[in-house]
C-alpha cells in the first residue's frame, strides 16, 4: 500500500469507530450533497493535494461533517431555534470532529500519522440543498516518505 491509500484509510477507519457516524463519502465537496440516500451524520473526505519530500508526504484534505436539520411545523414566537434541532446538529458535528483532532494531536498511530496544521472549524448552517448544519475545516497530515507504489 502507498502512503495516500495508508492515510486515507486511517482517516476512514477513525472515523467507523465514532458510533455518530453513519456515513463517510469521498467525494470533492460539490458533489456531496446530490446523493438522497445519504445517512446523515455524513463525514466527507475530499483530498485536497499533495506534497512529496525526501521524508513525509503532506495531504491537505477538506473534512466537512453534516447532518440534516428537521423543522418542526409548529406556529411560535420563540426566537431562539427552538422550533428546529439546528443546535443539535451543531453539537453533534463538532463532536466528532473534536474526536478526530484529539485523536491526532494526543495519540500515537502505528503509521506515524502526524496533524501538521488545521483550520478553523466553519460553522455550516442551512448548507447545501438538503438543509444541512455542520462544520467544515481543512487539515494538513503527514506521513512518512517510504518510497512504496501501487
Not at 94 to 118: F, G, M, P, V, W
Not at 126 to 137: A, C, K
Request: hydrophobic share 35%; net charge negative; with cysteine.
Amino acid at each position: 500500500m502507498n502512503e495516500i491509500y495508508t492515510l486515507n484509510n486511517w482517516l476512514i477507519t477513525e472515523f467507523q469507530k465514532n458510533i455518530l457516524v453513519n456515513t463517510i463519502s469521498t467525494l470533492p465537496t460539490l458533489q456531496l450533497d446530490v446523493n438522497t440516500q445519504n445517512i446523515y451524520p455524513l463525514v466527507n473526505l475530499d483530498l485536497q493535494d499533495t506534497d512529496i519530500t525526501e521524508s513525509t508526504i503532506s495531504i491537505n484534505y477538506r473534512i466537512t461533517i453534516v447532518q440534516q436539520r428537521d423543522v418542526k411545523p409548529q406556529l411560535t414566537d420563540n426566537k431562539l431555534l427552538v422550533d428546529t434541532n439546528y443546535i443539535d446538529n451543531v453539537s453533534e458535528t463538532h463532536s466528532i470532529a473534536h474526536k478526530l483532532l484529539n485523536k491526532l494531536l494526543r495519540d500515537y498511530n502505528d503509521n506515524n500519522i502526524e496533524l501538521t496544521s488545521q483550520s478553523t472549524l466553519r460553522q455550516l448552517k442551512n448548507w447545501s440543498r438538503n438543509s444541512l448544519d455542520g462544520v467544515q475545516f481543512d487539515i494538513e497530515l503527514t506521513i512518512p516518505n517510504q518510497g512504496t507504489i501501487c
